[in-house]
């Protein structure tokens, strides 16, 4: 009698915790996005799931039309957004150059300064500095030039008609047109 009276108090919690670990499956997947039917050089795109937990949605680097998933939960009717805004603020390839120009020309007055009173020169920052820079003109140089445009449509979740099923394996396409 009293195994069944410890039984029937322990099974509906046993229920609810199951219910509660079980959660969406999680897939590794890739997949493209084309501008215009092109590889969009650059980005970033967004999944904003049905949901509406902030914790489902996931976000992958684009680089050269290419992006990957890891552990994504498997959903259908999930929103794309792809942002380009953060790649805007490099500039050209010609505006990196001359950036690039003037962080060496700031780091030789700082070895010359650090010389004229025999102390050594403290270039680490400046050194991080051109190296992301040149990281950034690789970047802009991989993307023609110029980093890619995508109309504000596809910038925001409230405006995107874009749709995916995210599963295993790949993904299809994530078209944008761009005129």
Request: glycine content about 8%; overall charge positive.
């Amino acid at each position: 009698m009293r195994l069944s009276r410890v039984l029937c108090l322990l099974v509906p919690f046993a229920l609810l915790a199951g219910g509660c670990s079980g959660g969406k499956k999680k897939v590794d997947c890739t997949g493209t996005v084309n501008l215009d039917g092109k590889p969009l050089a650059g980005g970033i795109v967004k999944f904003i799931y049905p949901s509406g937990k902030a914790a489902d949605n996931q976000q992958a680097e684009i680089t050269n039309g290419e992006f990957s998933l890891k552990k994504a939960p498997a959903s259908e009717n999930v929103k794309v957004v792809v942002d380009t805004a953060s790649l805007s603020t490099i500039g050209t390839v010609d505006d990196i150059k001359r950036k690039i120009l003037d962080l060496k020309a700031k780091k030789q007055s700082l070895i010359d300064q650090a010389k004229k009173f025999n102390q050594p020169a403290d270039t680490a920052q400046i050194d991080e500095e051109i190296a992301k820079a040149e990281a950034d003109e690789k970047k802009v140089k991989a993307m023609g030039g110029k980093p890619p445009v995508v109309p504000k449509i596809y910038q925001d979740e409230k405006t995107s008609p874009l749709t995916i099923t995210i599963k295993e394996g790949t993904l299809d396409p994530i078209e944008l047109k761009g005129k």
